[in-house]
C-alpha cells in the first residue's frame, strides 16, 4: 500500500520534473527568436519531440496526472513556437540568399 507521504513524494517529484523540462526548453526558443536565426536547429527533432510531447498531453488527460499534461501542455506550446520559428527563419535565410 502507499501512503499519503509516498503519494506525496511521487507527486512532487513529477512536478519538479515537469518544471525542469519546461525551463529547459525556453533558452532555445528565447535563442531563435533573439537572434533571429535557427539554422543549428534541427527541425526533423523538434517535430518528432513536438509529436511525442502532444502524446504525453493525451496521456497525462487520460490518466489525470498534472504532473505530466499540465507541464507538457507549456513544453507542447514551446516546442510549436520552436517549429514555426524554424520554418519562418529559414524561409528568410533562403530568401536573404537569393537576393545575394
Known amino acids: 500500500m502507499f501512503s499519503y507521504t509516498t503519494i506525496f513524494s511521487y507527486t ?3 512536478l519538479i520534473a515537469g518544471f525542469i523540462s519546461m525551463i529547459s526548453f525556453t533558452p532555445q526558443v528565447y535563442k531563435t ?6 539554422k543549428d536547429v534541427s527541425i526533423q527533432m523538434f517535430v518528432l519531440y513536438t509529436t511525442s510531447t502532444l502524446l504525453w498531453v493525451i496521456y ?15 513544453v507542447l506550446f514551446l516546442s510549436i513556437t520552436q517549429v514555426i ?3 519562418k527563419y529559414d524561409s528568410e535565410d533562403r530568401k536573404r540568399a537569393k537576393k545575394s
Request: proline fraction near 0%; charged fraction near 15%.
Open 12 to 14: 512532487t517529484i513529477g
Open 33 to 38: 527568436w533573439k537572434m533571429k536565426s535557427a
Open 60 to 74: 497525462g488527460i487520460i490518466t489525470k496526472q498534472f504532473a505530466i499534461y499540465g507541464f507538457n501542455t507549456i
Open 85 to 87: 520559428l524554424k520554418i
